[in-house]
């Protein structure tokens, strides 16, 4: 195959391309269970070209949809740069959609063919005609297609050009069913190039994959950018293996949310809390050296912190060779930033969303700013509509929403992408989000709450695991709050089961303590004026949050409606 003559504008033709110039070196690897498998380059191009191949021989036309339903695994990647091999767009569907929405995006989409991993996520696409990644795709994978098929795949590779589709991605939405965004080729490449007109990702790199694939964070920048510069990847088994994988791996760079590096910051502040008084206090002196030099203070002994503590910290947390964390998908909090930095991790936060083929600003190592998403990436625009909206006009910017005029008209304006989310810029381009325009919450009283800015004060402290706020057309604020059970246990030497803790005097009197302090750099009108105690936190098996982890709030009221209610029926001076 020719690849000079694919468009350099379509994301078929970056990857078949990189494959071509990187052929021996190490695309991805995965774990079989028993040891890292490598998967080259150049055979990669292979698998793609082998799906592409079977794909036409199953009638899929150009432009047709094929879904896609499985877990991060190698065959994922294959099937989606495949599925784009032969002409068609890939409908990725998150493993913990449930049937009901699985149904509306294969109706709105309009697909014609589903993969999935396993016969069990398969039945979530009935009556949709599906082939297994362990069943038929597993074959294919194994077989060359026919001399015919294969230059009809290079006929549809020729043909295909910077705006036409290639993919469609459903926003998993805090609200309601998702919504089918469209995006071009150019979508991605563009924005890509934007990326790295920013970051200095070469081939030398190295990144471990944890989030979703088929969420544009970690698709388009974990994934698309590093490939097309020839960096490779390792695919991370999930949660439970992923301190060890960091070891293993030892990444240059990685992306994820934060709730992951919260869990990072609460696993070191336990077992600091377990050390004697004289390691606390070490530990204490060198991360406000760490924190001194992060804020461009004189911070004399921190050669000195970095040989006791803070150099071999790191190696643990991230391998020893991290160049940064980028994170997104979600506001992480200004401490949880603080502390990475002043351990001498660069942690930079980026902001987008899907409708934007995910970033539209970051962080970098050159320009950084605590409390931001940085600035636009290059090609990027940004401007506030009077009531603070974000509006970003880019290269990655949707199509519109398929089938859904009414929403494209509401979200698309004059090129630029309504965001939904409030912010700020100030004088050096540099934007903080305020909050989301739709989660703004108005008191009975009249008063604007941003939920994330007090839930984030609240989760500051060590004893709250979780915190949502309450209080939309409701006549003061009030709050769920699950605590961080283990850090109940050693602090306050309460032990037992976590219901009967919820319940405990001592725990809500501890709760009781912290919200008070919380409240003190509140306005009066987003103080906590009450409080319930949920003894387990929120899951995403469960509806309450997003496959990104965001919290779907609508969900979260409905479903503890009696116990929310309870905090505003019951008389103020006897609620605690």
């Given at each position: 195959m020719d690849t000079s003559r694919l468009s350099d504008r379509t994301t078929i033709g970056l990857i078949l391309r990189r494959a071509e110039r990187s052929a021996s070196l190490t695309c991805l690897k995965y774990h079989d269970g028993s040891s890292w498998q490598e998967v080259t380059w150049?055979?990669?191009?292979?698998?793609?070209?082998?799906?592409?191949?079977?794909?036409?021989?199953?009638?899929?036309?150009?432009?047709?949809?094929?879904?896609?339903?499985?877990?991060?695994?190698?065959?994922?990647?294959?099937c989606d740069w495949g599925i784009q091999a032969a002409g068609a767009v890939t409908v990725p569907i998150y493993p913990s959609t449930t049937a009901t929405v699985a149904a509306s995006i294969i109706a709105n989409s309009e697909a014609v063919l589903g993969i999935a991993e396993s016969p069990e996520l398969a039945a979530n696409l009935a009556p949709l005609r599906t082939l297994l990644i362990d069943g038929e795709i597993a074959t294919w994978l194994k077989e060359d297609a026919s001399e015919v098929e294969m230059e009809q795949v290079t006929q549809r590779l020729e043909r295909l050009g910077p705006d036409d589709l290639v993919t469609i991605v459903y926003t998993s939405g805090t609200t309601g069913l998702p919504k089918g965004v469209m995006l071009a080729h150019r979508n991605l490449v563009d924005i890509a190039h934007g990326c790295l007109s920013e970051f200095d990702i070469s081939a030398r790199d190295t990144?471990?994959?944890?989030?979703?694939?088929?969420?544009?964070?970690?698709?388009?920048?974990?994934?698309?950018v590093g490939a097309t510069v020839g960096a490779s990847v390792w695919l991370s088994r999930g949660s439970d293996h992923l301190m060890e994988e960091i070891q293993e791996c030892r990444p240059t760079l990685m992306i994820s949310v934060p709730r992951f590096y919260e869990k990072v910051h609460q696993a070191v502040m336990a077992r600091v809390r377990k050390e004697t008084r004289f390691r606390r206090a070490l530990f204490n002196w060198a991360m406000g050296q760490g924190r001194k030099h992060a804020r461009g203070q004189s911070a004399p002994l921190l050669p000195l912190a970095e040989r006791l503590v803070l150099s071999a910290l790191r190696e643990r947390l991230t391998g020893g060779r991290l160049r940064f964390f980028l994170t997104g998908g979600a506001p992480i909090s200004p401490d949880i930033e603080e502390f990475f930095w002043a351990l001498g991790v660069s942690i930079l936060q980026g902001w987008g969303m899907t409708e934007t083929s995910s970033g539209a600003t970051s962080n970098t190592l050159a320009h950084h700013r605590y409390g931001t998403v940085g600035r636009p990436l290059g090609g990027v625009e940004l401007r506030l509509d009077a009531d603070g909206e974000i509006l970003v006009k880019s290269p990655g910017n949707m199509l519109g929403y398929f089938h859904d005029l009414e929403s494209t008209a509401a979200t698309l304006e004059d090129g630029w992408v309504r965001t939904g989310d409030v912010g700020e810029i100030d004088g050096d381009g540099y934007l903080r989000i305020t909050d989301r325009k739709k989660d703004l919450i108005k008191t009975a009283g009249g008063k604007y709450v941003a939920p994330q800015a007090v839930e984030s004060e609240l989760q500051q402290d060590p004893l709250i695991e979780r915190a949502i706020v309450i209080g939309d057309l409701r006549p003061y604020v009030t709050a769920l709050v699950v605590p961080d059970w283990e850090a109940v246990r050693h602090e306050l030497g309460i032990d037992g089961d976590e219901t009967d803790m919820a319940a405990d005097g001592r725990v809500r009197a501890a709760l009781q303590s912290r919200i008070d302090r919380a409240n003190g750099t509140l306005g009066q009108w987003e103080t906590v004026k009450r409080f319930a105690v949920l003894a387990h936190d929120l899951q995403e098996e469960n509806g309450e949050l997003t496959p990104t982890?965001?919290?779907?709030?609508?969900?979260?009221?409905?479903?503890?409606?009696?116990?929310?209610?309870?905090?505003y029926d019951a008389p103020r001076e006897a609620t605690v």
């Open positions: 150049d055979h990669m191009r292979t698998l793609i070209l082998r799906v592409a191949g079977h794909l036409v021989r199953e009638g899929v036309e150009p432009g047709q949809r094929v879904v896609l339903l499985c877990h991060n695994r190698y065959e994922w990647l294959a990144a471990l994959s944890y989030l979703p694939f088929s969420h544009v964070l970690e698709r388009i920048n974990g994934i698309f982890l965001k919290v779907k709030r609508r969900v979260v009221q409905e479903r503890y409606e009696t116990v929310i209610n309870d905090l």
